[in-house]
């Protein structure tokens, strides 16, 4: 009996993980009101830790999968650690595990629907979160915009970032993760923050994607533009057919989040620029060299005894950081040792707009005649008609 149960094992275990893969493929997960299978057999792979020094997972019900698909006995809460050669964890090494539950997996604290999977990646634990696409849209919505928008807004943002997750996935479909869950990407915090609004808006655009020529367009999208977007050629170089500039001013009609101001010290700035690789010294002003039709800078000009030269807006604004520097649209002022930043927009202005896309949805356009304003020359179309 005994030998017997042990040639079966492996079987057993072979059964386990084809019955987990089929769980993830077509399981309605709790909570999800009917978003069904048709539209749930898509996965994506998001990556919710990069390079952790320590995870512990958690939950109700756990399947934990470790090497050769064997499926492992573990207690819960698991600390797990990074060592040479793989994670520890319960005074054994594995080189990879995957969590699941029927409900939900908690990675340090945060609920993930679906699977994680740890592994280790330069001397990091590396947790690439699997799980069908809507669900992640579900809990994303509430990460990018807030579910209580005029919920043809809502619908918009659900539809391109079911565009970008999709075009990511093509295009990294051989790299271990299809998306990172930072501003890299997209924002998502798992199912922490996910509601019925953000669901309903999911539903109700199942499967849907933008298309340009029959393929699924790269989807970018920003908080708010201040005025006009950008081509896509003034941000990264490349022209894109679909991502011009358009004038939008709708988001302007929320001043809050589309005017912003930060100063910073030149000691401050110089630190900052000599840190990214712009060799300055004694910088005494910073201030705005040539512009776009939009009002961006193309170009910023650093003032200094040694190294002063001219970047661009995209290279200072990358130097000095996303976050402090909104937008690449601004005006400086100096006083003494301060430079004093005036701008509008924030983020890289490229494709839609969601703060102008929320008024414009407020005027009573539908999420369609949003999204070929903002994306002009797409066609809105079902994902599993066109793979
Ligand atoms: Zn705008």
Not at 23 to 39: E, N, R
Request: aromatic share 8%.
């Amino acid at each position: 009996m005994c030998s017997y149960l042990q040639v079966l094992r492996p079987l057993y275990c072979t059964l386990i993980t084809f019955i987990l893969a089929l769980l993830s493929v077509f399981v309605v997960w709790p909570g999800s009101d009917g978003i069904g299978a048709a539209v749930t057999d898509e996965t994506i792979r998001v990556a919710i830790h990069k390079s952790a020094t320590e995870v512990v997972v958690a939950g109700d019900g756990l399947l934990v999968i470790g090497d050769a698909g064997k499926a492992v006995a573990l207690s819960l809460p698991a600390t797990v650690k990074p060592v040479k050669g793989g994670l520890l964890v319960g005074g054994r090494v594995f080189r990879t595990l995957s969590f699941s539950a029927a409900s939900v997996v908690y990675v340090n604290s945060k609920p993930y629907r679906g699977i994680a999977e740890l592994s280790v990646v330069n001397m990091g634990i590396q947790v690439v979160n699997q799980l069908p696409l809507e669900e992640y849209l579900v809990g994303l919505i509430n990460c990018e915009i807030s579910s209580a928008w005029p919920i043809e807004a809502v619908k918009a943002q659900a539809i391109i970032a079911r565009t970008y997750a999709i075009n990511r996935k093509i295009s990294r479909a051989t790299a271990p993760y299809h998306l990172e869950s930072s501003v890299m990407d997209q924002v998502y915090e798992g199912c922490l923050i996910e509601d019925s609004r953000a669901r309903r808006a999911v539903l109700e655009t199942a499967g849907e994607v933008l298309t340009f020529g029959g393929a699924v367009i790269q989807a970018f999208y920003h908080s708010s533009c201040g005025g006009r977007t950008e081509p896509s050629e003034n941000v990264w170089g490349m022209p894109t057919p679909y991502l011009k500039g358009v004038d939008c001013q709708y988001c302007l009609t929320s001043p809050s989040a589309t005017n912003w101001e930060c100063t910073l010290t030149l000691k401050e700035l110089e630190e900052k620029l000599r840190a990214a690789g712009y060799k300055v010294s004694g910088l005494y002003g910073i201030k705005g060299g040539a512009a776009y039709v939009s009002g961006r800078l193309k170009q910023v000009v650093l003032q200094a005894t040694h190294g002063g030269c001219a970047v661009s807006g995209e290279q200072f604004r990358k130097a000095i950081g996303y976050g402090v520097i909104k937008s690449t649209r601004f005006s400086t002022k100096i006083s003494k040792d301060e430079v004093s930043f005036s701008g509008r927009g924030n983020g890289h202005g490229v494709g839609l707009c969601q703060w102008g896309a929320k008024q414009r949805a407020l005027d009573g356009f539908d999420s369609g005649e949003i999204l070929s304003y903002y994306y002009p020359g797409t066609t809105l179309k079902k994902f599993s008609e066109i793979r």
